[in-house]
């Protein structure tokens, strides 16, 4: 494994992993890249530029692609969407604060973006880690969360997707609800999570909204300050790979004019709990 290397982004999560061709995984490889993925919550692999047969092969390593519940997949590759802005576009993909899908009851584990056309500048992605989210928290407002529900709706976000012109009316039409631990543990490093966000969840269950309301405006503006966010910049045949039980994403749309083309793999997840 001595060839394979791993250089932490130097932020609160993230980490770049270099030497390794993700089209030829050997068993140590993949068990290599998944520690690091656990500890690190966003790996970055450069200069992978995979087919859609081979990308869709490397998520198999991590878990099992799922299919998106809003967007087709590509041509024969059903697991594989594109997220697209094109230049007359001023609307991005999922542009807000998020972990993806937590509408749904069984959460996906992972996501990953393999970059294949990128603005000359901007585009870039942020990452938040809800670990150390956790961590930081008064203990009096982990108290008011911690064993709480939270209820997720996939209707707000919606209104931030540009894809409305690519999907079916009952697509268009159809709301997905969720009720999931505010605050979750992670089944594989048993840490606890903040695990609510602000494109999704809307309350908080037997919690009254006038006190709700301002604990989760609190908790959204604390999860994403600076010193848990790690911001990545794109190169073509870059992939992400990110962990959505236990970090948040921002797709920033600063590239109006311009066109920006990612193919995303989501790997199913299990329950929170």
Known sequence: MSHISVTPSGGSLGAYVRGVDLADLSDEDTAAIRAAWL??????????PLTPEQ?????????????????????GNPFIIEVL????????????????????????????????????????????????AWDALPAE?????DGRTAMNSSAAAMSIRNT???????????VFESRHPAVRTHPETGRKS??????????????????????????????????FVWRLQWEVDM?????NRCCLHNPINDYDGYTRRMHRITLEGDVPA
Do not use: C
């Open 194 to 227: 903040l695990y609510v966000n602000v494109a999704h969840t809307y309350g908080l269950v037997d919690v009254d909204a006038a006190e709700s309301g301002p604990l989760l405006e609190h908790v959204f503006e604390h999860q994403i300050r600076d010193e």
């Open 55 to 75: 990308y869709l092969a490397f998520a198999h390593t991590i878990g099992t692609p799922a299919e998106y519940p809003f967007v087709e997949g590509l041509d």
């Open 164 to 174: 409305a012109d690519r999907m079916s009316e009952e697509q268009v039409a159809q």
């Open 85 to 132: 802005k094109l230049p007359h576009e001023t609307v991005n993909f999922g542009g807000v604060w998020h972990a993806d899908t937590v509408y749904l009851d069984r959460p996906p584990m992972a996501s990953m973006l393999l970059a294949k056309e990128i603005p000359p500048a901007g585009g870039d992605t942020e990452f938040a880690n809800q670990y150390a």
């Open 141 to 145: 407002i982990q108290a008011q969360l």
């Open 39 to 48: 500890e690190h919550l966003v790996l970055v692999f450069p200069d992978q």
């Open 239 to 243: 992939i992400a790979l990110w962990d």
